[in-house]
Every structure is written in structure tokens, then in C-alpha cells.
């Protein structure tokens, strides 16, 4: 048996750790971690490196989570007719009439741009594409905007600069997602921030 790799007919196997090529030809096991800004390995994430199926399983979720966010609105239903007010009215619609109009608009927007994103995705446009970044970007603020309105007791305005905060972030990620590509001074703060 030579080195323990014999398997007892006379044949010798050769172990090779995963990722490494026989024979030495092997690269570092960082390389390209600087060119990629960190992480493991030469791969740097991208919104363009996402494939259909990923964003099709998220658009997916954004369409379930704000269907159901439309059809059970914070605070309930009406249960009787008194007062002005009729058996399955919403109680937000009547209490916070413009936080009920966002909330339901964040909503209608949040589905719709989500089934814009699956039939994009379904009808081969690139992930990576300008349509696609949009919907996302779309679908998955107006799903925050339906979040932060359907808290009664916080500022209309504060959750409106919340919802565009949101989106401004959502935007610069999905432009700028591999840290080579963001100014120096965001990469700068973001390895700050990891600690590297």
C-alpha cells in the first residue's frame, strides 16, 4: 500500500482535496479575492451571476406575500353594520384612510410588478437585464412600503422616507452589487465594516 491510498487489488487510488488540480498546477486559494472584495475563492456575487430559477422563486414569494398582504389588511374586517360602516369594510380604510390607500397602493404595485418580473423571467429576458433590475426593484420596495404603512401608530411621513430610503438602497445594490464596482469610498466603509 503506498501512502494508504491502496485499495488491496494492486491499484492505487489518488486522493485530490475538491477544487485542486493533480499534479500541482493548483491556484492560490485566495486568488482573486482582492480583485473580488473579499470572500472566498474567486467568485464575486452579482446580480447579474443570479439565474432565472433564483429570481423566479423570489418573484414568486414577493407575489404570495403581497396577494396575501391585499386580502388581509392590518386591523381586520368590520363584523356588523352600525356606525357608518359596513360588515367586511376595513377597519384601516375607515380609521387611516390615507395610510389604508398607500398601504393597498403598495400592495397592488408590489403583485403586479412581481407578475411582470415572473413573465419576464418565463419568457427568457436576461436576468441581468434593466427590465428585470426594475421589476425587483419595484416589487420588492413596494413589499417594504405595504411593511411600514401597516404600522398605525408611526408617521405617514417617516414611512414614506423610510420606503424611498429603501428603494435607494435597493437601487445602488442591484446596480452595484460586486464591491469592485462600487466608488472607493464604499468599498472602503464596506471592508471597514466587515472587519477587512
Keep these: 500500500m503506498d501512502d494508504g491510498a491502496g485499495n488491496g487489488n494492486g491499484h492505487h487510488v489518488q486522493m485530490v482535496e475538491l477544487g485542486q488540480l493533480p499534479g500541482g498546477d493548483n491556484p492560490p486559494q485566495n486568488a482573486g479575492a482582492a480583485v473580488a472584495g473579499g470572500g472566498g475563492g474567486g467568485h464575486a456575487p452579482d446580480f447579474d451571476a443570479n439565474d432565472a430559477g433564483t429570481l423566479l422563486v423570489v418573484a414568486t414569494l414577493i407575489s404570495g406575500l403581497s396577494y396575501q398582504l391585499g386580502t388581509n389588511?392590518?386591523?381586520?374586517?368590520?363584523?356588523?353594520?352600525a356606525a357608518g360602516h359596513v360588515a367586511g369594510d376595513p377597519i384601516m380604510r375607515d380609521k387611516h384612510r390615507r395610510r389604508y390607500w398607500l398601504f393597498m397602493s403598495g400592495s397592488w404595485v408590489a403583485f403586479g410588478s412581481s407578475m411582470l418580473l415572473t413573465v419576464g423571467l418565463l419568457t427568457g429576458v436576461p436576468a441581468g437585464s434593466r427590465f428585470i433590475r426594475a421589476a425587483f426593484l419595484v416589487a420588492y420596495s413596494s413589499l417594504v412600503l405595504t411593511?411600514?404603512?401597516?404600522?398605525?401608530?408611526?408617521?405617514?411621513?417617516?414611512?414614506?422616507?423610510?420606503?424611498?430610503?429603501?428603494?435607494?438602497?435597493?437601487?445602488?445594490?442591484?446596480?452595484?452589487?460586486r464591491l469592485d464596482r462600487l466608488p472607493t469610498w464604499a468599498q472602503a466603509a464596506f471592508r471597514q465594516l466587515l472587519g477587512r
Design 147 to 177: 411593511f411600514v404603512t401597516s404600522q398605525p401608530r408611526t408617521s405617514l411621513a417617516i414611512d414614506i422616507a423610510i420606503w424611498v430610503g429603501v428603494m435607494a438602497a435597493l437601487a445602488v445594490v442591484t446596480s452595484y452589487l
Design 73 to 81: 389588511i392590518p386591523g381586520g374586517y368590520w363584523q356588523d353594520d
